[in-house]
């Protein structure tokens, strides 16, 4: 785990919020490992450490958001959510962003402001999809556990 100094406000954590809580265990502990992968990403950024440590935890990040996200559709199909398919849209839509993502920082040799911006951009494209696409099949699943 990489500590993030504590005077870096350009890579501020992204704190666990209660209001992130979608009551299901295994989506919330994938929730919070993302969040998680993306804090290490910020502190590898601010701490100015090697490009290809950078590289290689973005691609990890990447790899354990589409694990989440067909774990989430998988469950969500369980739970008879019916806007199952738009939400796994939206997951495609992302893979495929992230995807881009991921190739214009393997071409940058190294660290720039701009690669910066880019990295960063991970921090508000987990927190949009959790609050905007998530949070709407809550109330879903608390319906379906008898809630």
């Not at 950024?45 to 989430?72: G, K, S, T, Y």
């Not at 849209?89 to 071409?107: M, N, S």
């Amino acid at each position: 785990m990489v500590d993030m100094p504590e005077d870096n406000s350009l890579f501020q954590r992204i704190e666990w919020l209660d209001a992130l809580n979608t009551d299901h265990a295994e989506i919330d502990d994938d929730h919070r490992q993302l969040i998680d992968d993306t804090n290490i990403i910020l502190a590898v950024l601010a701490l100015d450490r090697p490009w290809a440590e950078l590289i290689e935890l973005v691609l990890q990040m990447r790899a354990n958001c589409v694990a989440h996200f067909r774990r989430e559709e998988q469950i969500l199909a369980h739970e008879d959510y019916p806007d199952i398919t738009g939400h796994a849209a939206e997951h495609r839509r992302i893979e495929q962003e992230l995807a881009k993502v991921v190739d214009d920082l393997a071409e940058i040799p190294n660290p720039s402001p701009p690669a910066r911006e880019l990295a960063l951009y991970f921090r508000s494209l987990l927190l949009n999809h959790f609050l905007r696409y998530d949070l709407r099949y809550k109330s879903h699943l608390l319906y379906k556990a008898g809630r």
